[in-house]
């Protein structure tokens, strides 16, 4: 593609996915950005959850190693920061970010958070992405898969679609 072409159409993406979700009391987490694409990943659990009540929508739990986890990493760049993802994500999804650094101090509260969601879900291994419905239910688990964005969004979709009581 030639480049005015790429940046015409990485401009009009950048106008149809928002960079900031309102909604998240103490605020959107970190937000991962590269290539002009900044989602936002929110910290605070309890309120993604009513955020996705809100709106219809299901919420991707991200717990992830920001500062050390390979994986985390790869998935990152290889699924989260791309077109195909922010498109989707910005439909369908309330983004939550779980992290478990280990150079990088965390809030005292939001570590006991992540450290209680980690063990009530069961997560062991980095990363792991939970989709749950708004009451918090499982409705599936991934890590990080080769294929990309369109075979992650696709085991997304197809994991969201076993959600109840679907408008």
């Given amino acids: 593609m030639p480049p005015k072409k790429t940046i015409l159409l990485f401009g009009l993406l950048?106008?149809?996915?928002?960079?900031?979700v309102a909604g998240d009391a103490a605020g959107p987490g970190p937000a991962a950005e590269s290539g002009g694409i900044s989602l936002p990943w929110r910290s605070d659990f309890a309120a993604s959850l009513a955020l996705a009540q809100k709106e219809g929508k299901v919420v991707l739990v991200n717990f992830t190693g920001s500062d050390w986890c390979v994986w985390?990493?790869?998935?990152?760049?290889?699924?989260?920061?791309?077109?195909?993802?922010?498109?989707?994500?910005?439909?369908?999804?309330?983004?939550?970010?779980?992290?478990?650094?280990r150079k990088t101090p965390l809030p005292a509260a939001v570590e006991l958070q992540n450290r209680t969601l980690a063990e009530k879900y069961e997560v062991t291994g980095y990363p792991t992405i939970l989709?749950?419905?708004?009451d918090g239910k499982v409705?599936?688990?991934l890590g990080y898969m080769q294929g990309g964005p369109k075979t992650f969004v696709r085991e997304l979709k197809h994991l969201a679609a076993s959600r109840p009581n679907q408008g």
Avoid: M, N, W
């Avoid at 077109?83 to 779980?98: G, Q, R």
């Fill in 131 to 134: 989709l749950l419905q708004a």
């Fill in 14 to 20: 950048l106008l149809l996915v928002p960079s900031v």
């Fill in 72 to 101: 985390c990493h790869r998935l990152r760049d290889e699924v989260f920061l791309t077109p195909v993802f922010a498109a989707y994500s910005a439909k369908d999804l309330i983004l939550v970010e779980l992290d478990f650094p």
């Fill in 139 to 141: 409705l599936g688990r």
